[in-house]
């Protein structure tokens, strides 16, 4: 039989998979010579046995574990059950994964009445004793036999409303005891410390299989068979006088990263009351001036245990009657900024190498470099929480149309744009707002795409907002009336809503920012590539680091007002002259545009989107607007009117747009190749280097590119032949649809590239309109039937495995496709590291995610 | 070196691979001593030589074939280039597997101006020659040479416009001599009959990669480097005078199936004058009275071909001189009705057996058993084409509204209904007209869906139509007008739209057809289900005879005017006690009427889909009918109007609807499978066997599928406990989503049955909106984008591999599960096929088409 129990001095933290991650730890300590509450661990294969039993305990577990116990007890100087000198435990759950939903702390296991009352002898302190007594009354029954901890709530308010107490503070040890009585009449729990510690090692073996346990292993394929250890460790207390106390630290500062030594210090406390915030902690300093030498044990620690876990430390230290205890270490939490000092501060400092130091950031932290961010420190008045589209915190004032936010804009004040939802006509307005806020709409809405290539702070579906346009008043769900010009503050990060002005950090660069994307460029594998239309937003993307363009969307170029009445003319043309004459028009701001993005991207690819939205986008709904336009391009508004009604859709995402309008309307694309090969033969006669790419949107099947290809290729080679220069181009296509995943195959032969479109593909997948998810994914989301948004993170079953497939059939079909990303995913961190697995060459994002995107990729090179 | 050149008595039908259908085929006639004008056949293997060669002919070719040329010559004792005496040849191309696209016929090769003239005098019919020999010129310069046919067009049409003559039959000898003189200073051609031969021989190799033979191979996966043969035949001539002729006829009567020879003759005509109907042929017993020995010679010829092909056959033959000589036997085309009598009487005949006459039925001809159809010959005026959204014809007066149609069939007149598109709230006007016709929509939409299961015929996608409902006008692309109440015609099988009244044959059941389905319950191997609501259609579906029901959808039940206002009143409740009045209402409704399908179903599982659309689908849009409903429900219209905005999509197909109803709705889902599980014990009381099938739909992930079987479950066992009746029931789910199919191997724990929902299926992985792709879709087939319509045949690319996925994986996993299919392609034959192969355990369709289904399974169980 395998030993079932390992003391702490047993095991080292390569036992994770045995012990489990809690456990290895305190053995580590323990072995590193520090002085640790001696206590035990039970295996996770006892865990196994136990489940494979039957949910019974093997027959020799307590008297294995007695054993134990008898060696923690002769190093304690106390004994288990004994009233005169108790030894008490925690009793904690410790999986091989860091898994939550699993069993809670048991604190002071091993009391009962008697030695309730010899520790209130012993310590003198009888409040102390029956105050903790209580305690674990409380979380015996509450984690070990299941009783609601409202039930416990409810007498001591009920007692403390009886006699006049208002907080814990004011409970005397005589009240405590009280308590305990009308406690234990609502529970009988086992006085024996030994039944107790029987009673709490099963429960947290059978923690192991609770609903939200099991769910957290599902998603993250968290073998089911693993099992879950149990550490046992004596207890000390802080709180046994004035030469106790307990304290929480840092080896460096976690906010901002400097290597300085930091933490806080309560004296005559247990580490509850440090985390509960009963008293205010002093700063570590004067556990110096008490103390002396407990804080230089304390100092050196710190110094030994960074240096042997090569990372920032998390401690949790207990002084009991001048003796240092360590009770735990962990990897500390810290700020982005942090997290980047340190570990750029690290390598300097020879304790970890560039890569390690990459994979020591998480890639959203480079977001608090690019943005203000919404000071977490501060008080906030959260109103309503919508789905975090677009990162980083604005304030501003409450404006319901494009035109109001232009108007507040230049009256020199800020606005924030809360609309329904935003559509390509509200662009003028969105890019003045400091922030957008919509009631619908997923994360790769129009808002969401749109606020995150501007880099503007949005909040996307919003739920639980009632908007009325017309008074000018957004009702929340909780009867929060927001009126026109009031000042709200939104958290793009965390999707809240809040009210007022609450302060943010400033966005800024820094060196150790500038000196980890430059490894993150050298170990990369996967080239970032930036979405972009505009000059200005290619330059942004330049200036991030972008290695070209993934995804030029052109209609975007049609959207401006100068040009947009030029579309629609085409649209609405009644004869062939009339729409060649439109087309001409816009063959020349789509020249002029593409030169400008040539100009920018010198010597990198620019990828080009034909026209994919379906030709109703582009025409006016508002009756003013139709009558304007009428006017404009002398016709009746009649006649637009029967245009809107036949170009309407039920369901547009999958309607008549992409490669569909090049099928039935060929002369559009041959416009707008004829403009990119212009384009290109200007760039290349002013001395640039243009690399244009040709995407086709949304194919079904290789003669939808074979068709389209040859107008391509005609006409380019009409203007080609026409100047007498030659440029060179792509021509590939935008994998959307789950058919053209499936049918890669055929598709190979005919395209030069395939980009991998997820937002439409998780769409169609999922059957999720980016548009209309918001109605119901926050409940998904909460009733865990998906851990995470698929338009978020791709989803690894089934929008993956299609990406797979088409990348496996292509390639062994045509070697040489070069296979890229152009969804809002390219600049997901997790769907980065997915991208890189499958072996994609280039992942395009909004240029704002170009950095997050090269540390994600960096990532995923240095750790697979 | 193999054979290269095989002579018509070298070859048998076993060799189609080599000799082409075409070849083999007059191999068989001749080697069954019937007198075929003599020939030989090229090989495809030649072909393939021809290819690899770089399209260069085989050295040896010219003198393999001419040493048959010279057999061939003996036999027909004339000689290839002889003024004196020609042989003429006909060249034709042959493939293994008949494909259209490929080289047509050229007739009269062998003739230049010396053998024109030669042929005049042997003739003594100068205008023959000459004619035959303009012929000749313009077939070669098109087929081999490329040169465009209508140049010949032109330059005969300016001959006869310059010599007043208008048909070509004023033609005379000097005329056609003019003529060939114009064509040869169009054209230079080879003078030297065997240089003719041998470009004919390469224009038929070079054929088989044309654009349009490539993609029908691509279409119908058949091998790149198949080839086809060349079929080089002797010429005979039916128009040599009163003793020759051409004729062609049917050994049984091709229109009713009557056992009885049919057939038509023309004396001293060629066989292309027969089919071309420049003259009326007389009946075949015309032969008997002139030429009695050729008559029984044919009569003959007819019997033993039938019994050797055990078939109808279609015969072509030439009299030349009195003697007799067959062109060609093939597989009479037949109406629905005489294929199902000529196959049924085959069996009694002996001919065949069972499973053969299954297979000599198409599955669609069952459709002239079920709906009155267009006339085929009858005279049409087609003002428009949509797709055939529904069999069967139909006249009406046209109507605009459902309200009108129910008015006008009151007044005792057929209405035809014509909408832009239908909606629920169009079903009375739809139950009423004896045709519907919409401007919008695929062959799923709700018309095309409604229509079926009605057994209506229906047009949908007429994308030329503009309605203008305020006028009561339609106008069709060509300018015609269609008033309200004008007289029209559908033709629901093939989309025409045909002014005034067509007459049609009356549909009526038979003995051979009851017959036929008899064997086809025999033989096939899959379940037949039918989709049906209401009790009127599950007795229809019975009388079909459907195993069942396979999809109810229980939206439908909601949208009767006598409970709609309770769905709204639901849908806007403002509490919970308002809401649940209103879900108690239709609890009631929902019961009985799942009873009355009980009741109809005996003994047969009754599949009842959890409800399905988006909740706006319910609420009315019209200002009046908001009003009306405000009054009703107590309500104003403003509360009605913000509903209606909270709940409106942007592509509602991709929204809040399936199965995420009753993850945030879930007493809408306890309601209605409380309802279910009431009417099955009252079922079971009244002493009948119900089985009901409860199916979530739109699922995404098991875990929808756990959280709302813990709804049913709970919810059932509250019925059951509370009655004291225990019923079964089945919980399974419907496969639509990409990734339901992707994940089904998670799915398969948690269900009894997946059922293929093919129409969502389709619509996503093509992102193709069944609502919308009627605006492209004519456009795709017609530039043969795509060769079939997705939502008509199922893709066998992409939606059959995601349904071979699931059924693969799910298996795997768990053992047991039923799998069905309840998407409209199960009642398609080409798909029914499909779903065979699959593996699925039945289909399930309108009642309609359950015949269809049922003889397309037949045949795929014998033919596999």
Redesign the interface.
């Known amino acids: 039989m395998a030993k079932r129990v390992y003391l702490f001095n047993e095991g080292s933290r390569d036992d994770r998979e045995l012990l489990g991650g809690k456990g290895a730890n305190l053995c580590e300590m323990t072995s590193l010579g520090l002085p640790v509450p001696y206590g035990f661990v039970v295996t996770t294969s006892t865990c196994r046995e136990y489940f494979q039993a039957g949910n019974v305990m093997p027959a020799n577990l307590v008297a294995e574990y007695n054993v134990a116990m008898n060696l923690v007890e002769n190093r304690m100087d106390s004994r288990f059950g004994d009233p005169e000198n108790p030894l008490l435990f925690s009793v904690r759950s410790g999986a091989p994964v860091s898994m939550p939903g699993m069993m809670d702390t048991i604190l002071n296991l091993g009391m009962n009445d008697e030695i309730a009352e010899g520790l209130a002898k012993k310590t003198n302190n009888p409040r102390f004793a029956y105050d903790s007594y209580r305690r674990f009354i409380q979380m015996y029954a509450n984690v070990v036999m299941g009783v609601d901890g409202e039930h416990f709530g409810a007498l001591l308010d009920e007692y403390k409303a009886a006699h006049g107490k208002k907080t814990d503070t004011e409970m005397t040890a005589t009240d405590w005891q009280a308590i305990i009585i009308s406690y234990k009449s609502l529970v009988t729990f086992p006085q024996d410390p030994h039944e107790q510690l029987k009673g709490a090692i099963e429960a947290v073996f059978r923690s192991w299989n609770t609903p939200r346990a099991i769910f957290y292993r599902e998603m993250h394929n968290i073998p089911e068979n693993m099992g879950t250890a149990v550490c046992v460790q004596a207890m000390v207390f802080g709180n046994f006088g004035e030469t106790s106390g307990s304290g929480v630290a840092f080896t460096r500062n976690p906010s901002t990263g400097e290597a300085a030594f930091f933490g806080e210090f309560l004296a005559n406390a247990a580490g509850e009351d440090v985390v509960a915030g009963v008293r205010t902690p002093e700063p570590i300093s004067a556990l110096e001036e008490r103390m002396p030498e407990v804080y230089s044990e304390l100092y050196q620690t710190q110094k030994l245990l960074e240096s042997h876990y090569r990372d920032m430390q998390d401690l949790e230290f207990t002084v009991q009657d001048g003796k240092f205890y360590m009770l735990q270490t962990r990897h500390g939490k810290r700020t982005g900024r942090a997290s980047i000092k340190i570990a750029v501060d690290m390598v300097r400092e020879g304790l970890i190498d560039e890569k390690d130091a990459l994979l020591r950031v998480a890639p959203e932290h480079v977001e608090s470099f690019l943005h203000p961010m919404v000071d977490p420190t501060q008080k906030k008045n959260i109103v309503a929480t919508g789905l975090p589209a677009s990162p980083g915190g604005a304030t501003g004032h409450v404006v319901f149309s494009a035109d109001e936010a232009v108007d507040v804009a230049a009256s020199g004040k800020p606005a924030i744009l809360v609309r329904?939802?935003t559509t390509p006509e509200d662009i003028h307005g969105m890019k003045v707002a400091e922030g957008i806020l919509t009631e619908l709409g997923g994360m790769t809405s129009h808002a969401a795409v749109v606020a995150r290539g501007m880099g503007v702070c949005a909040i996307t579906g919003c739920g639980s907002l009632?908007l009325n346009y017309k008074e000018g008043v957004v009702t929340t769900d909780d009867g929060h009336q927001i009126q026109r010009m009031d000042l709200i503050t939104l958290d793009g990060s965390t999707g809240e809503v809040m009210l007022g002005d609450i302060p943010k950090t400033e966005a800024s660069s820094s060196d150790d920012f500038m000196t980890l994307l430059t490894w993150a460029d050298k170990y990369r594998r996967l080239k970032v590539r930036a979405n972009a239309e505009t000059p200005e937003d290619a330059s942004k993307a330049r200036e991030m680091g972008a290695e070209g363009i993934g995804l030029c969307r052109t209609e975007h170029m049609f959207f401006q007002e100068d040009r947009i009445d030029f579309m629609r003319g085409m649209i609405l043309a009644s004869g062939r002259k009339e729409k060649q004459h439109f087309l001409d028009q816009l063959f020349h701001f789509q020249k002029e545009d593409i030169l400008a993005l040539f100009e920018v991207m010198q010597g990198f690819p620019v990828n080009i989107r034909l026209l994919d939205p379906p030709l109703h986008e582009f025409l006016p709904h508002d009756r003013a607007e139709i009558e304007g336009l009428a006017a404009r391009l002398k016709k009746s508004p009649a006649e637009i009117h029967?245009s809107l009604?036949?170009l309407s859709?039920?369901?547009?995402?999958?309607?008549?747009r992409?490669c569909?309008l090049s099928?039935?309307h060929p002369e559009i694309t041959e416009m707008q190749v004829k403009a990119i090969t212009s384009a290109a033969i200007d760039a290349k006669l002013a001395g640039m280097k243009p690399l244009p790419e040709i995407m086709i949107p949304?194919v079904?099947?290789v003669?939808?590119i074979r068709?389209i290809t040859k107008i391509i290729e005609t006409a380019a080679l009409e203007i080609i032949q026409d100047r007498g220069v030659s440029v060179p181009y792509k021509v590939g296509t935008m994998m959307?649809?789950?058919?053209a995943c499936?049918?890669a195959d055929?598709l190979a032969s005919s395209v030069e590239f395939m980009s991998f479109g997820t937002n439409?593909l998780t769409?169609?997948?999922?059957?999720?309109?980016r548009?209309?998810?918001a109605?119901?994914i926050p409940?998904?989301l909460e009733?865990?039937?998906?851990e995470t948004d698929p338009f978020v993170s791709l989803?690894q079953?089934?929008?993956s495995?299609?990406i797979k497939t088409a990348i496996e059939d292509s390639s062994a079909a045509v070697k040489g496709i070069k296979y890229g990303v152009c969804g809002e995913h390219g600049g997901d961190p997790v769907s980065v590291r997915i991208f890189h697995d499958l072996g994609l060459d280039y992942v395009s994002c909004s240029p704002y995610r170009v950095p997050v995107a090269k540390i994600a990729a960096a990532q995923a090179s240095v750790s697979s």
């Open positions: 329904r939802e009632t029967e009604q036949h859709e039920v369901n547009p995402m999958l309607g008549f992409g569909r099928i039935v949304l079904i099947n003669r939808e068709y959307e649809t789950p058919r499936l049918g055929r439409d769409q169609m997948t999922y059957g999720f309109s548009d209309d998810v109605k119901f409940e998904y009733k865990k039937i998906v989803d079953r089934s929008v495995r299609l």
